[in-house]
């Protein structure tokens, strides 16, 4: 039996020809490949002014819907927040008052609901454990911003507007 270190593998080195040497035929190349996309369409979106067009299944900005009545469909299960793997959302539930609970189906609401949107993953999993179909990823692209506190999003920016207005 041969041992390893007498097998060696010889490596054959081909000199280069002019041609390979001058590397005209790769800077041609380039050239031509640079010149091509020279006279594509751009593939830039002017953003705002243009909208991009998403599929079906895009996950967006959150938003707490309402029900056929104008209230907020939440009724502060907390079932998003225990489902939610990064921890954004945050709620504080609390009861109707007296003389209220006849305007409403439920007698819990949501006092406090934020999510950190710059913890959300946008996984989907606390529009799919909504039993009440209250919470949907269905919004606009999040905007930009450069304070951390301005990704809290509130009530005031997740509920979507009634319907009289």
């Not at 002019?18 to 041609?28: G, H, N, S």
């Not at 991009?52 to 299960?77: I, P, Q, V, W």
Request: overall charge neutral; glycine content about 4%; hydrophobic content about 35%.
């Amino acid at each position: 039996m041969e041992s390893l270190s007498n097998k060696k593998k010889q490596i054959v080195v081909k000199p280069l020809n002019f041609w390979e040497r001058a590397y005209l035929p790769a800077i041609v190349q380039g050239l031509s490949i640079t010149m091509s996309h020279f006279f594509r369409k751009p593939v830039t979106i002017q953003y705002p002014e243009q909208k991009r067009e998403f599929s079906e299944n895009y996950r967006g900005l959150h938003s707490l819907k309402r029900d056929e009545n104008g209230a907020e469909r939440c009724t502060a299960c907390g079932l998003c927040a225990l489902s939610c793997p990064a921890e954004a959302i945050t709620m504080t539930a609390a009861e109707r008052q007296k003389g209220e609970e006849h305007l409403y189906r439920e007698e819990k609401y949501a006092a406090v609901y934020e999510i950190n949107m710059l913890r959300c993953i946008f996984c989907g999993l606390c529009e799919e454990a909504c039993p009440k179909e209250a919470i949907y990823l269905d919004g606009d692209i999040i905007p930009s911003d450069y304070l951390r506190k301005d990704f809290i999003y509130g009530k005031d920016k997740l509920v979507e507007p009634p319907l009289n207005q």
